[in-house]
């Protein structure tokens, strides 16, 4: 037992919710427990912990009541040399904690159920450099257990273990509240920079090694506690979070029962050479500091942005039989950007050649010298004029120094994750794009969840749910409509399994001028369970107050029919002749 080791070294506090480093309780605790040699790396090596207890919740069953306060104390006599149990204790029911409120003002009112919250790391080790790794996580086990467990996704890098409550994406109550079992991870490292990448274990773990083992033990300790396994396994995240769900589905085809997969970042190696691409070609027309630096912020003004997602509603909103500024109709929307490029004697409201040309390029997508695609094109859409678009390619810096997630996160990944080897002088403007492919093969080997043969993901009954942003600046709706009709050429009838739900305006993982509010894991575990598969989500969003939405699986969409227009059920779904 590892009770003695404060938790707030290893997570932080409750309300710091988990930012803090744990390298120091993660070695502690691995001098304290019991040396148990056992195979690192396969999901077996988990299963085996039921040496030191975890599938016995029978034995001690006169000892301890399952599903208690005892109980949960109980469980960090699961630790052994390969699993650290840092805390496990019982936590009230209240509010959530001060910092996750601020850290996710959406909690709103919310209130946790009395729970059992365990934190540990499994595989704790030391890696290149001297640096520690391991699996660390978080489990939280309601009083009230549903039955179902949940693996919550990450974000991101990963690097941090995310407070275990069942924040599902795109809307509804929070999975803990429900009753379902939560547990999250930090995908095997410390630290959200990419630095973790020159540890080739560390790498594994983040592209998809460390999601076996971590939902596999949570499975366990869920047996322990309750003295009975989970009835069905859902797992559900965006972003990166989204391509862990599908490489779950490709690759550990038989751990869940349903899968939310939200703006994934399935091929993520390919979306790093469009961020690179997007800031070579933005830089090129943005004004220069004194030092001749491009202001990056200021290659597409507000007043442009607001100027191009304008005349895209106005040649498409109306598509799906209605003008409410969301655009449907996907496949009828034809846009082009030279509509609005500046004639003689214009004077405003129309964009400049050089500003033209880079919407195509950034549009248009990463190509190569001879043409040929190196990612996917982006659709137009009304959300370009938002916050969430301009964060992600342009920033707000006034400076020669960009604050662009697309100029620092995704140059520091770029260079240390996705470039094998690592190229820390690496720029997007010195880039070769003609050998980016080759540059990120490496990676996008173990990485890139693009994979259609799911033969034993769909013979189990499994569940697809996928959602995606239309006006998603980092991660292509084009991209997976690309992999969704794949998808529908190599089975015919993959409806019945996996469905892919467009969600207009909406930018990534929400936000956006959209109805980005909506309930996918209900919709999956009413698939999963009852067999009801999801004919429309309704949907609702701050950005149009009162109004609801409905989804429709792709490649059918909303069209207005008839009643109030506020309303979802005034539309249809349908598919276009």
Known sequence: M????????AFGTEESVGTHSCGSARVAARHAVRRVRISRRSVAAVVILAVAGLSAPHARAQAVAQGTPAACRELSAAASDHLVIVSA???SAGPPPAGLSRMFPMLGQARLPAH?????????????GGVKYGLGFELRLPVNWNGRFLFQGGGGLDGAVLPAIGLVPAGGSLALTRGFAVISSDGGHEGQDASFAADQQARLDYAYAGLGPIATLGQRLIRRYYGKSARDSYFAGCSNGGREAMMVAERFPELFNGIVAGDPGFNLSAAAVAEMWNVKH???IAPKDARGAPILSEALTQGDLELVSKAVLQVCDAQDG????????VAACHFDPRQLLCKAGSSGHCLSESKVRALEAIFGGPKDSSGHPLYSSWPFDAGIDTPGWRIWKLGTSTTGVPNAL???LGVESMRYYFMTPP????????????????????TAALNDATGTFLSSYIARGGKLIIYQGMSDPVFSADAIIGWYRELMGQYRQPQQWARLFLVPGMNHCGGGPATDQFDALTAVVRWTEEGNAPGRITAHGTAFPGVTRPLCPYPKYARYRSGNPATEHSFVCVSRP
């Open 282 to 284: 933005l830089s090129a």
């Open 116 to 128: 059992c919250l365990v934190r540990g790391v499994l595989d704790p080790r030391v890696g290149i």
């Open 322 to 329: 209605l003008r409410d500024g969301m655009i449907n109709d």
């Open 89 to 91: 204790r019982w936590m």
């Open 2 to 9: 590892i009770d003695s080791i404060e938790p707030s070294r």
């Open 423 to 442: 190229d820390p002088h690496m720029t997007p403007m010195t880039l070769d794009f003609d050998r980016a492919r080759q540059a990120t093969a490496q």
């Open 406 to 408: 697309d100029a620092t």
